[in-house]
């Protein structure tokens, strides 16, 4: 089973996967959890040209979403579908809807485009479930502890809005897929709504 973790900066999702992850180790699951961009080398060598570059001197808004994409079909063919096959269940900080919110609601680029360019790069891998955390995103941005800024995180508020706007409306388009959080409830209890689910989708997957 493949579960993605998705939202906006600072919405939980890293707190919520390793949650997660321990619930369903303690229940005697095999589990492996990863992260985008990056988890393979190629991926963090990516990572570091997408994040800690400026906005003058980083990619271009095509370039950005080719990268990735690169660092994403890399993770597919090196750690997911390899852990899949093995019968893990699989859980991810972020994947293709964070390409269709960011770059295509963030920066403006053609859907229909991002989407061909994301299917190519995972050979059609869609996860089972997506919990989608969210929240205004001046509560997302102000909640993270690091001092450093990356790329993203130094766009303007409006880029960050219409990020959740555009996760919104993916999750409207897929009901059956995306569950939406609310990311400003305490952490234990969104925890206990994300084991529910999963547990009710493992049980339902036999
Ligand atoms: N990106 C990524 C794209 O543009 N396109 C893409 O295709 C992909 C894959 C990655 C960046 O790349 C962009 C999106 C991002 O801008 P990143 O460094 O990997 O950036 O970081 P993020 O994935 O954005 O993760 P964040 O650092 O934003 O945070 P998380 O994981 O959502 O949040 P988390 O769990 O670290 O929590 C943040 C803080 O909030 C607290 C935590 O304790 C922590 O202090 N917290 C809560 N506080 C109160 N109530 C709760 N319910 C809380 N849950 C967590």
Redesign the pocket.
Known sequence: MFIT?E????????????LLRDRLESDGWNVLTT????GTPVGDAI?QI??ASDRDSGPVARA??LL??A??AQLVDQVIAPALRRGYIVLC????D??L???VG?RGLPRDQVEKVTRFATGGLVPDLTFL?DLDVRA?LA????TTV????REELSFHEH?RAEYLALARSEPGRIVVLD?????DE?AAVITRRVIEKLRDAG
């Open positions: 973790f939202g906006p900066e600072g919405a939980g999702k890293t707190t919520q996967l390793g992260f985008e961009p990056g990572r997408l994040l950005e979403v990735f994409a660092a994403r900080d972020r994947y293709n964070s390409t919110a960011y770059q963030g955390l997302g909640r993270k502890r690091s990356d790329r993203m995180e990020v990311a400003t409830r305490p952490i969104l």
